[in-house]
């Protein structure tokens, strides 16, 4: 099956300093790629969509500045949490899938901590 | 009142002992799915389904359409099967974005 990695696979650091998460799709291209914030014992909650090439479109109450989301290539899309806070503290999943195919194929999860 | 909505939240069970999750839903969809996070916090995808009846294993999805509803049953549970399983639909056509029920937290005890 379609195989997402997610990189760091967790994380702890400094308030004020930015940290970036990779999401990447192994064995397929994906053309959209979600972002996802879980807290504990709750859904997922959808922060923002990227298509390949353009711009992210964010979810409503989600701060585009805060959480900068980039997705180069087929393959990879990236968020960075910038100048992290406590509150920031969560568990981020990213997920991808092809060109007007539904199925979402998850990667295994950011666990982030900022102190 | 949630565009998804799953029952029960939490459910404890027996080993071997036949597990239905029930989803209800509001909203006109084009596909639901049933996935499963593992409490490491991985999520696997288990069905997709926009019609009838699908089984994988131990597993069984069923969908009706006219009745807004899904089921997600697993025969002969075991503990490794303890984990939240969420239902989640592509809302009308062409949606690629999930919109997720609140989990069912599932524990199979030996």
């Known amino acids: 099956g379609a195989v997402v990695s997610q990189h760091p696979s967790w994380v702890i650091c400094k308030s004020g300093t930015s940290v970036k998460i990779e999401c990447r799709s192994l064995?397929?291209?994906?053309?959209?790629m979600f972002w996802y914030r879980q807290f504990p014992k709750q859904s997922l909650m959808l922060m923002a969509t990227?298509?390949?090439?353009?711009?992210?479109?964010?979810e409503q109450g989600v701060e585009k500045d805060k959480f900068l989301i980039n997705h180069a290539s087929l393959t990879l899309s990236t968020l960075t949490v910038t100048s992290a806070h406590p509150e920031d503290s969560s568990f981020y999943i990213c997920?991808?899938?092809?060109?007007?195919?539904?199925?979402?194929?998850f990667g295994p999860g950011t666990r982030l901590t900022v102190l | 009142k949630n565009e998804v909505e799953q029952s029960p939240q939490n459910l404890t069970a027996q080993e071997g002992e036949f597990i239905t999750i029930n989803c209800s839903y509001s909203?006109?969809?084009?596909?639901l799915h049933w996935l499963q996070q593992h409490p490491g916090g991985g999520i696997v995808s288990l069905f997709m389904?926009?019609?009838g009846k699908k089984k994988h294993g131990r597993l069984i999805a069923t969908i009706n359409i006219q009745e807004k509803h899904s089921s997600l049953h697993i025969t002969a549970s075991h503990p490794r099967d303890s984990a939240v399983y969420i239902c989640?639909?592509?809302?009308?056509?062409?949606?690629?974005?999930?919109?997720f029920g609140q989990g069912t937290r599932l524990t199979i005890n030996p």
């Open positions: 997920s991808a899938s092809t060109f007007s195919y539904n199925e979402q194929f």
């Open positions: 064995d397929f291209q994906a053309t959209t």
């Open positions: 989640a639909v592509n809302r009308g056509q062409g949606a690629q974005k999930l919109v």
């Open positions: 909203v006109g969809i084009s596909a």
């Open positions: 389904l926009s019609s």
């Open positions: 990227s298509n390949e090439g353009s711009k992210a479109t964010y």
